[in-house]
């Protein structure tokens, strides 16, 4: 059956919904592009006149087709190169989704995105469902096919598995910007000492570069190990430059509402480093090179105006 204007209009209106739980479920903004479209061609070989709640309905095709997107992407991550990191995405990214609730900022956050890859994919709906979008778990039992009080129970787990001990700390525009900049002046300081007094004890550092640009895939733990470690990559070099094709800009932004360093060379982003503040200092540096997960923030990069950069790298 053809979808009338209408129909089509419904399902849009409910697109940047779906795609900001697609990708609070996968990790990825292209695999969430991918099953948003997979959702709407449901929808179009559906009798929509008889869907009485199409939001719901919409939400039920999307969440399980995210589940078995979940259930074999474990097994291509199995083989994948290096570490595998989300896909982080800078300030304004529609796919960001809700950021009323203090949940809701936590769910997106790339910490929390990192500790989602911990849960089995019915933890990680349950927790995504209820959390960031406050779905009940009348709701959540409905389109996961559990009963209420299954979807109680793996919610509490899921929190357990989430809840790492660390007392992360919300982080407004100015916050992300002053803790950029301090962490900057510290990485170019040719210095390890300023670094070590910024990350707390246990701090790691690790990057992914998906086999196509060379990252950190063991993490660097503790303080002393990973200032050493950024201070070394930020110490000028021609190998770097002929490694990243030049020197890119270094910008301070957010990236997942957390502080972050955007690279940008020739208007391309060629690396994203997310910061995550704790109240006891930087306790993680996530570094994204893999230029398969920087199309879409280089996309929404170059549609406003940054100024200049902070620093030239390298």
């Known amino acids: 059956m053809a979808l009338t204007m209408s129909d089509v209009d419904r399902f849009m209106a409910s697109r940047p919904r779906l795609e900001a739980i697609a990708y609070r479920l996968l990790g990825s903004a292209s695999e969430a592009e991918d099953a948003v479209q997979e959702t709407f061609l449901r929808w179009q070989d559906a009798d929509v006149d008889r869907i009485r709640v199409p939001e719901a309905w919409l939400t039920k095709v999307l969440?399980?087709?995210?589940?078995?997107?979940?259930?074999?992407?474990?097994?291509?991550?199995?083989?994948?190169?290096?570490?595998?990191?989300?896909?982080?995405?800078?300030?304004?990214?529609?796919?960001?989704?809700?950021?009323?609730?203090?949940?809701?900022?936590?769910?997106?956050?790339?910490?929390?995105?990192?500790?989602l890859e911990r849960l089995s994919p019915n933890e990680r709906a349950v927790y995504v469902l209820r959390e960031a979008f406050d779905h009940s778990h009348r709701e959540i039992a409905e389109i996961l096919g559990i009963t209420e009080a299954a979807s109680q129970q793996i919610l509490h787990r899921a929190k357990r598995h989430v809840a790492d001990g660390r007392a992360r700390v919300e982080i407004d525009e100015a916050a992300a910007r002053r803790i950029v900049d301090e962490f900057l002046a510290a990485a170019t300081s040719g210095r390890t000492e300023p670094l070590v007094r910024l990350l707390t004890e246990d701090a790691i550092a690790i990057g992914d570069g998906g086999g196509k640009v060379p990252a950190r895939a063991k993490a660097f733990e503790g303080a002393l190990a990973v200032a050493t470690f950024m201070r070394g990559l930020f110490k000028p070099g021609k190998a770097k430059r002929d490694l990243v094709g030049g020197s890119p800009g270094i910008y301070a932004t957010t990236a997942n509402g957390g502080p972050a360093l955007v690279a940008v060379l020739d208007g391309r982003i060629v690396g994203i480093i997310c910061l995550e503040a704790t109240v006891d200092g930087i306790a993680a540096i996530r570094s994204q090179v893999n230029p398969d997960k920087l199309e879409r923030a280089t996309r929404a990069w170059a549609a406003t105006d940054h100024g200049e950069p902070l620093l030239i790298a390298f």
Do not use: F, H, K
């Not at 259930?71 to 009323?100: C, F, H, K, Q």
């Open 63 to 115: 969440t399980n087709l995210c589940l078995n997107q979940l259930t074999s992407a474990r097994a291509r991550r199995e083989t994948y190169v290096g570490a595998w990191l989300p896909e982080p995405l800078i300030a304004g990214d529609p796919m960001l989704g809700p950021a009323d609730t203090a949940e809701q900022r936590e769910s997106v956050s790339y910490a929390v995105l990192v500790l």
